[in-house]
């Protein structure tokens, strides 16, 4: 138990923590802004993240296949996050239209149903596509380690820690600051008030799941360039993870989610040190069902009443 | 006293033919069907339990799969080579049935208090919970390599290990989960359950202890899994952790759904299609998983009430 109190690997683990809790921040915030909205959980939202991470695959793969990576390899880079967000916000709009919206008056369970089944097609509609074979992430940037003293940093896992703060002030500004922002929160106070006051209802829900998704997406492309592997069942337990995040932070709260997020990543990252890794899933789940008994509203409070 | 032939005298003149034809099936299809019908048999038992809990309380459990595994290696530990405990499988049965119960009362007094939403997900964070345990729990559970050689049932001499025995064990277990249910159902707990599922608040002021009768479905409702797991473990021979993924929670909440929630006629429908069909269609199994995702959005969407719904929900959708 000494290595617990070297700083070096206790650091290597906090930023390691912070890296992974970056990714599922940005996954929890998609479940905590349609549940914020619509009082569903999108059980199919990590087919979104998978989706994006897959976008930014194929997009990469063909930069790097005709030379252009090699030349102007941030480039490259953009244009996978860009693509992957224009897949994944598009099938989120999509799935919010076919399969959610018909079902928004109906009993809680339906839309979770609906939503299993979009997860499973989604799921196996990718499986058919690669023929169910792990892709491998083609390598542009190599990757370098930042040293200052005895720490040494990789620049991947900066970039995403500070690409998912990035996203997030983006995303907290758009919430509080602008127009269509202010507009979601009313729909997500009251969607029929909302209506009254001359807000488009469905416009803001497809906005909604589209900035969802489009995190997702980035935090997609972000797992495929750290993680290099991907295949058609790389959703589901970050998905599960980053709810299990939401409702850590509270689910609905968008602060929440991004605290949630980094709370899990931290507790999974460290929690490694003091328990075999094998049952590093396990305390996802366990501190799920702790803070469900202890403080079943989260962290931070969920912001939206329960409806009656 | 009821006589043999009084009670044959009463069955009306359908139930005496169905009876006939599922007793006469497994000789027509012979053993690779019996084989499926077996399998279609304990999807129906575990149907019938979480229905219980879904169909009647109005709880989504999606980790059902839990108590599946619970009944499976309770049954398994107890009756194989691996501890040298060799407890006869009839006696089993009511211990597993007791395992399930408890483990749903276990796990259900914490998070019955919550809402909806959070119990389907801490149910299925159970699930995932309970796979990742047995995977890892080597001294006991042998992890991913499983416990072989588990005894199968014996009466007297005679060993059931032959599909078309195992159907009639399976038939005769569904029979028993169909009785129970149906009695669960018209009982008055049973309408305690529709009240609340119904209007829980209301249903607490008419004086029903809301969080007594929602503890007692999810732990009757894993009771059935129990007895589901102890006759997995025993038709199979050898359990495996993987056995028991979150696939087997799905399936069962599917097919209850796409057969009609809260209708039994419905759950079978729904087995044979969820869990037959594939079978049926081999050729194109690798199309199946996508046919069936899409089946339940658009399921949900066009006849959310299933293919067979039951009385009740019939009579409430149409309001």
Redesign the interface.
């Known amino acids: 138990m000494e290595y617990l109190l070297n700083p070096e690997i206790l650091t290597a683990q906090i930023i390691n923590g912070l890296t992974i809790g970056g990714i599922y921040a940005l996954i929890a915030l998609g479940y905590t802004l349609v549940y914020g909205i619509l009082f569903m959980i999108n059980f199919a939202h990590g087919e979104i993240f998978m989706f994006g991470s897959f976008g930014g695959f194929a997009v990469l793969t063909l930069l790097s296949n005709n030379g252009f990576s090699t030349t102007h390899p941030t480039l490259s880079i953009l244009c996978a996050f860009a693509a992957a967000i224009l897949i994944s916000s598009a099938l989120g709009a999509i799935l919010e239209r076919v399969a959610y919206r018909p079902l928004r008056d109906a009993p809680r369970l339906s839309p979770l149903i609906s939503a299993i089944g979009v997860s499973i097609f989604l799921q196996n509609a990718m499986m058919l596509f690669t023929r169910g074979r792990m892709q491998v992430y083609p390598d542009i940037i190599p990757e370098n380690f930042i040293e200052i003293g005895w720490l040494s940093i990789s620049c991947f896992q900066i970039s995403i820690i500070l690409g998912c703060l990035l996203l997030m002030t983006g995303l907290y500004i758009f919430i509080y600051k602008t127009k269509t922002g202010k507009a979601m929160r009313a729909v997500a106070e009251n969607r029929e008030a909302a209506s009254l006051m001359g807000i488009d209802v469905n416009r803001i829900i497809t906005i909604t799941f589209i900035i969802g998704s489009a995190l997702a997406a980035a935090a997609g492309v972000m797992v495929g360039i750290y993680y290099t592997q991907i295949n058609h069942m790389m959703g589901f337990i970050p998905g599960i993870k980053a709810f299990t995040a939401a409702v850590l932070g509270g689910i609905g709260n968008v602060p929440g989610a991004m605290l949630g997020g980094f709370f899990l990543g931290l507790a999974e990252a460290l929690g490694v040190l003091v328990m075999p890794a094998q049952y590093k899933d396990l305390i996802a789940f366990g501190l799920l069902i702790l803070v469900l008994i202890i403080r079943p509203k989260g962290i931070m409070g969920e912001v939206v009443s329960e409806r009656v | 006293m009821i006589r043999i032939e009084q009670i044959f005298r009463l069955t009306p003149p359908k139930k005496k033919i169905l009876v006939l034809f599922l007793l006469v099936l497994p000789f027509m299809v012979g053993n690779y069907w019996s084989q499926i019908l077996g399998d279609i048999g304990i999807y129906i038992i575990l149907g019938i339990g979480l229905n219980v809990v ?1 169909g009647f309380a109005g709880l ?1 459990d999606l980790g059902y799969v839990a108590f599946f595994a619970i009944g499976a290696y309770g049954y398994a530990l107890l009756a194989s080579p691996q501890f040298g405990i060799h407890i006869p499988f009839w006696l089993m049965l009511p211990v597993c049935i007791a395992f399930g119960a408890g483990f749903g009362a276990f796990l259900g007094t ?2 019955l ?6 119990l ?3 149910t ?3 699930g ?2 309970m796979r ?2 047995l ?2 729990l080597d001294p006991l559970t042998n992890g991913p390599r499983g416990l072989l050689r588990i005894d199968p049932p014996k009466i007297g001499d005679w060993i059931i290990d032959t599909p078309i025995e195992w159907y009639y064990l399976i038939m005769a277990g569904i029979f028993f989960a169909i009785f129970v249910a149906n009695r669960l159902n018209d009982s008055r707990i049973g309408r305690a359950w529709i009240a609340m599922r119904e209007d829980q ?1 209301t249903a607490e002021i008419m004086g029903i202890n809301v969080l007594k009768y929602k503890l007692m479905a999810f732990s009757i409702g894993a009771s059935f899994a129990g007895l589901g797991g102890a006759i997995f473990a025993s038709r199979q021979g050898s359990i495996f952790p993987d056995n028991f993924s979150l696939m087997v929670s ?1 399936n069962v ?2 097919l209850i ?1 796409i057969g009609g ?1 809260g209708s039994i006629p419905g759950i079978i429908l729904g087995s044979i299609i969820l869990i037959g069909l594939p079978e049926a269609l081999r050729g194109v199994q ?2 199946r ?2 046919l ?6 658009i ?3 066009f006849r ?1 009430t299933g293919f067979i719904p039951s009385a009740r929900k019939k009579i409430e959708f149409k309001k």
């Open positions: 879904v989504l914490p998070v208090r919550m809402r909806g939403d959070y389907a997900i801490v299925l964070g159970f995932q919970i990742i345990t995977n890892n608040d799905i909440l599917c759904i929630l690798q199309y998983m996508l069936f995702g899409g089946l339940l959005v399921m949900m969407i959310p």
